[in-house]
C-alpha cells in the first residue's frame, strides 16, 4: 500500500477532530440554559410571593435572578408563562410532599397529620409554595390557565380517611370525603390567615388547632 493509501485510510479511521469538543460544548450550553431557567424561575417566585402578580414586571424578575430580560423570554414568553410554571411546581411540591408521606408506610390518622403539619413547614419555609399559594388566590388577575387547585390534596386526604374509617378510627356516621373538604378549607383558609397576620410564623400551631377540632383522633393517634 503506498503512503497516499495509508493516509486517506487512518484519515477516514480518525474522528474529526472537533467532534468531542463541539459535543462538550453543547452539553455545556444545555447545562448553563437549564441552569438559568431555574434561576429565573426561582426569581420568579420570589417576586410574585412577595409583590404579587399584578406588581411583578419581567424586569423585576431578570434583576432578581441575575440575568437579561431577553434571558428571562428565551425561557418563558410572558410573565403569565412565569406564572403558570410557579403554580405547576407549587402543585408538583404538593404532590411530592404527599407522595413522601405515602411511603413513610404511617397509619391513616398520622399520614392525614404528617400530610398537614409537613405542608405547613412548607408554606413555612419554601418561597415556591409560598408563591404558588399567592398565584392561586389572583388566578383571575393572570389571564392565563392556571392549574386546578385542591383537587389532588383532598383526594389524598380522603383516602386516608375511608381507610381510617374501615379500621373503625372514625365516629360512626363521619364522611371521609365532607371530613377531608372541611381540612382542606381550613388548612388553605389558616396558612392564608397566618400568612397575613404574623407571615406564616404560627402556621404549625394553626395546623394542629384545625386537626384537633375536625379529628381529634388523629391527634391522639399521633401521640
Known amino acids: 500500500m503506498d503512503s497516499m493509501a495509508v493516509e486517506r485510510s487512518a484519515a477516514r479511521s480518525r474522528p474529526a477532530r472537533d467532534t468531542a469538543p463541539r459535543h462538550r460544548d453543547t452539553g455545556l450550553k444545555q447545562e448553563r440554559a ?4 431555574g434561576q429565573v424561575l426561582d426569581a420568579a417566585a420570589e417576586a410574585f410571593a412577595t409583590q404579587g402578580f ?3 414586571t419581567v424586569q423585576d424578575v431578570a434583576v432578581l435572578a441575575g440575568v437579561t430580560k431577553g434571558a428571562v423570554y428565551f425561557h418563558y414568553a410572558n410573565k403569565e408563562a412565569l406564572a403558570q410554571a410557579c403554580a405547576e411546581e ?3 411540591r404538593l404532590g411530592v410532599i404527599g407522595q413522601e408521606v ?3 408506610d404511617l397509619t391513616p390518622l398520622r399520614a392525614v397529620t404528617e400530610l398537614l403539619e409537613r405542608t405547613a413547614r412548607a408554606f413555612r419555609d419554601e418561597t415556591m409554595v409560598q408563591a404558588g399559594a399567592r398565584l392561586q388566590i389572583e388566578r383571575s388577575l393572570i389571564g392565563a390557565e392556571m392549574p386546578m387547585p385542591y383537587l389532588g390534596y383532598t383526594e389524598s386526604l380522603t383516602v386516608w380517611l375511608r381507610q381510617a374509617q374501615e379500621a373503625g378510627q372514625l ?3 363521619t364522611s371521609p370525603e365532607a371530613t377531608a373538604r372541611v381540612l382542606v378549607s381550613a388548612f388553605f ?3 392564608h390567615i397566618s ?3 404574623n407571615d406564616r410564623a404560627d402556621i404549625a400551631d394553626r395546623v394542629q388547632e384545625i386537626l384537633t377540632a375536625v379529628v381529634p ?3 391522639r393517634n399521633a401521640e
Do not use: D, N, S
Not at 437549564?34 to 431557567?37: K, L, S
Open 54 to 56: 399584578p406588581a411583578v
Open 102 to 104: 405515602e411511603e413513610a
Open 217 to 219: 383522633m388523629a391527634t
Open 34 to 37: 437549564v441552569r438559568t431557567r
Open 90 to 92: 407549587f402543585y408538583h
Open 171 to 173: 365516629p360512626a356516621g
Open 195 to 197: 400568612w397575613v397576620l
Open 189 to 191: 383558609g389558616a396558612q
